[in-house]
């Protein structure tokens, strides 16, 4: 069992940044950053395999950045030039599978959710 927590959520103006943070409670191959709108899927943000190249869904390329500290089991999301449609949920997500892509399937454990909200 693999706990996940996330932080960093908040409120902010278009254009500006947030960084969330996801801490561990061991080491997982696979993690990734979900956002869930009400009423909508949840979506595949930002995901990294062991040393792999992170991979971004085609809304966040450019903006967001994914990077992870495996001495410290910790993820992060930099999030910048935010924008109004990125207001969601997001959730931490760690696997196991060194084929995971941005499916919320291939994900075991889920942190608990970290609000961003982006005012235009």
């Known amino acids: 069992e693999v706990q996940l927590v996330e932080s960093g959520g908040g409120s902010v103006q278009a254009g500006g940044s947030l960084r969330l943070s996801c801490a561990a409670s061991g080491y997982t191959y696979s993690m990734a950053w979900f956002r869930h709108i009400p009423g909508k899927e949840r979506e595949g943000v930002a995901g990294i395999r062991g040393g792999d190249t992170p991979i971004y869904a085609d809304s966040v390329k450019g903006r967001f950045a994914i990077s992870r500290d495996n001495a410290k089991n910790t993820l992060s999301l930099q999030m910048n030039n935010l924008k109004p449609e990125d207001t969601a949920m997001y959730y931490c997500?760690?696997?196991?599978?060194?084929?995971?892509?941005?499916?919320?399937?291939?994900?075991?454990?889920w942190g608990q959710g970290a609000q961003v909200t982006v005012s235009s």
């Open positions: 997500a760690a696997g196991t599978s060194p084929f995971a892509l941005l499916v919320p399937d291939d994900y075991t454990w």
